[in-house]
């Protein structure tokens, strides 16, 4: 079937520290691939996306490379700020189905 | 652009009664979803619509969850009668049809406690 899976949280680190937070998929055919973050208290919002082998997905200094040969699609970031705090998931969709997330991996960042 | 909305935002009831959560849509758009987000299960699909039309409901739990999209700018979720396993936020999501990877565009979700 298709999933999504995403590394365990919760992610705790320092303004200004590197982000990583690993998602893998796996998918019958050729899915398009997001993140999508979560504010407390919010819904979803789509964070950034990518739709063919080898893009590159980014926005507020965001950035994921949809991976096939290793089907991933790693979130980085390369200072993360306070206000990056946040639950972030990892989904994908083919079509004819609806969009898959994985269980979501909160980020905490202290100043 | 008023965004997915969603009503009412709390709802807190007794095991037993009806809940019926609402949505709105983003106008123009011809896919709805019904997500529940749970700590321990996480966002799990409930039912989608296409062109008010159910697809897949295979995410409903069980026969006491009803879900009705009577046109395309309005959508309930009904649970009747409500458990405390119930207790969950709900979301509704909206997304245009003009490619199959478009966007999905989420309301602020309704937090259900069953007591």
């Known amino acids: 079937g298709n999933s999504v899976t995403q590394m365990e949280g919760p992610v705790t680190l320092s303004e200004e520290a590197f982000l990583t937070i690993n998602c893998t998929y796996t998918a019958t055919g050729y899915p398009s691939l997001f993140w999508y973050v979560q504010y407390p208290g919010e819904g979803l919002q789509l964070l950034l996306k990518?739709?063919?082998?080898?893009d590159k997905g980014s926005n507020k200094g965001f950035e994921a490379t949809y991976r096939k040969e290793t089907t991933s699609f790693h979130l980085e970031k390369g200072s993360v700020q306070v206000s990056d705090s946040a639950v972030y998931f990892c989904?994908?969709?083919?079509?004819?189905?609806?969009?898959?997330f994985g269980k979501g991996t909160t980020l905490s960042v202290s100043s | 652009d008023a965004g997915v909305i969603q009503s009412p935002r709390h709802e807190v009831t007794e095991m037993g009664q009806e809940v019926t959560l609402r949505c709105k849509p983003i106008?123009?758009?011809?896919?709805l979803f019904w997500y529940r987000q749970t700590m321990m299960r996480g966002l799990e699909l409930l039912i989608y619509?296409?062109?008010?039309?159910?697809?897949?409901d295979s995410g409903m739990p069980e026969d006491r969850f009803s879900a009705k999209m009577p046109n395309a700018s309005f959508s309930t979720l009904k649970i009747q009668p409500s458990e405390p396993r119930d207790s969950a936020v709900y979301f509704c999501a909206s997304q245009s049809t003009g490619r199959f990877n478009s966007p999905l565009h989420f309301g602020n979700g309704t937090r259900l406690t069953v007591t």
């Open positions: 990518a739709t063919k082998a080898d």
């Open positions: 106008s123009g758009h011809n896919s």
């Open positions: 989904a994908l969709i083919l079509a004819g189905t609806a969009l898959i």
């Open positions: 619509f296409n062109n008010n039309v159910p697809i897949d």
